[in-house]
């Protein structure tokens, strides 16, 4: 009988190329759900146009409570669904969360729902330069 020897060099390099084809994979989907669902808007523009409108931090409420832009109202990503509607359909939103990932998720979900008009922070919190209200 004939015993098929694997070196365990190329069975790492077989699971490091797949989890790089699933980081790619999920990179790409993410990318493609955002632009389909809502308006990614630099610093500057989302500053200007968050005082006429819903600014949501999708954080937790305790990366909330430690700082936030002024102004913004904590629903965290995890009960999103549960307080979704109580975001008026006819004034728009602006997301933001610590990075962008859970922001473009959040955009999916309330464009499912029929929300228009929703932009998202481009480098969310960890990159905003502007006004912080710390806890």
Do not use: C
């Not at 790619?24 to 968050?50: C, H, N, P, Q, Y």
């Not at 005082?51 to 999708?58: E, F, H, M």
């Not at 004034?91 to 979900?109: E, F, G, H």
Request: a positive charge; proline letters at 2%.
């Amino acid at each position: 009988m004939f015993l098929l020897q694997v070196n365990p060099i190329t069975v790492v390099n077989i699971i490091l190329a797949l989890i790089l084809l699933i980081w790619g994979s999920w990179s790409l989907f993410l990318r493609v759900m955002g632009k389909l669902s809502a308006t990614t808007i630099e610093e500057e523009e989302f500053k200007a146009g968050m005082k006429k409108g819903q600014l949501i931090d999708l954080r937790e409420k305790d990366e909330f409570r430690a700082g936030h832009i002024l102004g913004a109202r904590n629903m965290a990503y995890t009960t999103f669904k549960e307080v979704m509607p109580s975001l008026r359909k006819d004034q728009p939103i602006y997301l933001y969360d610590q990075r962008r990932s859970l922001s473009v998720r959040a955009a999916y979900k309330l464009k499912k729902a029929g929300y228009d008009h929703i932009y998202i922070l481009k480098g969310g919190f960890q990159d905003w330069t502007g006004k912080v209200k710390k806890g």
